[in-house]
């Protein structure tokens, strides 16, 4: 009887976020005044191939976020395969759905700390991962701004500001915690990392299709800093679709909702498609670790 607690707990927990995800949802429907049915055609009306074309971008997205994820853990001098530094990204992805929004990282932490890799450098991959990303996310949603504002002077100054905000923060970290660091991969990570929001983004704008490309883009990156910052909700479910549908205009509303929900359901698929591949690559890591 000592399990079932616990168990019940996290159930709780877990169905509490999700609930807490709708409610969000349902009130930007709400506030934006999407007609169900209008929805309904929006939603129904996107064409297999953007589906197709929009899943194979967030599949991208992943393999160059797991291939930064590698490359963090080799700068500050982690060791273990391959196999295993990708295998750990990738089963631990359907963790971040747990509220509170680091069942990734204490995921990651458990698998590598069987191969000798120490919970403080799976901390400080896990800070700088969220670091770089939220400044990256932040910086591309100031600079689609600017772009919008038509000031290129404003334009650069906050480019140049977002740029100094992310870079300052990767390496305060980087240089107060762990003086040995590896300058070459963990360049390498950051560059990754940015390289990894354009499919991204694509797969956003391929199922949307924006009238204005800028104003969504500026409320798609917007909308995931939100949905990052509010932790108690699983992924962010719900608070990044209804930024980002509430930035973009009350224009074609039920457009833009339902290429976000359609964009999360794919983003959910590939995730799990990734979360298998990744624990085939951990056996396969285990079976050659044993031989």
Partial sequence: MTN???DRKSWWRLAAGYVLALLV????IHY???QTDRFATALGS?????VVLALLLLILTLVINATAFALANRAFGVTAGGLVLYGAWLATLLAKYVPVGIGHVLGRGLVLS???VSSRVTAMVGLLEQAVSLGLCAAIAL???ACR???AMTGGLWLGLAITMVMATGAAIVLRKHAAVKAGALLASLACYAAAMAPYCGAYLVLVDPAEPLRFVQALFAGTVAGVLAILVPGGVGVRESVAAALSGGVNAETV???MVAARALILASEVLASIFGHWCLRRARVAHEN
């Fill in 46 to 50: 996107l064409s297999i191939e953007r």
């Fill in 149 to 151: 504002s038509d000031a």
């Fill in 114 to 116: 069987s191969y000798g």
């Fill in 143 to 145: 600079l689609a701004f």
């Fill in 4 to 6: 079932v607690a616990p």
């Fill in 257 to 259: 909702l339902a290429g």
């Fill in 32 to 34: 934006l005044g999407v």
């Fill in 25 to 28: 949802l349902a009130c930007a």
